[in-house]
């Protein structure tokens, strides 16, 4: 395999790491906006 090209298994495990990533940041941004209208 040349150097460069990625095993389609590295490629979903990155997907997936993203993923959860991006998920991580979505709960955050809800429990901010959550947080928010609690107060009023």
Do not use: A
Not at 4 to 25: A, M, P, S, Y
Request: aromatic share 2%; hydrophobic share 30%; proline share 0%.
């Amino acid at each position: 395999m040349k150097k460069g090209q990625q095993t389609i298994e590295e490629l979903v495990k990155r997907n997936k790491e993203e993923l959860l990533k991006d998920k991580v940041k979505i709960e955050k941004i809800e429990l901010r906006i959550e947080e928010k209208y609690m107060k009023n």
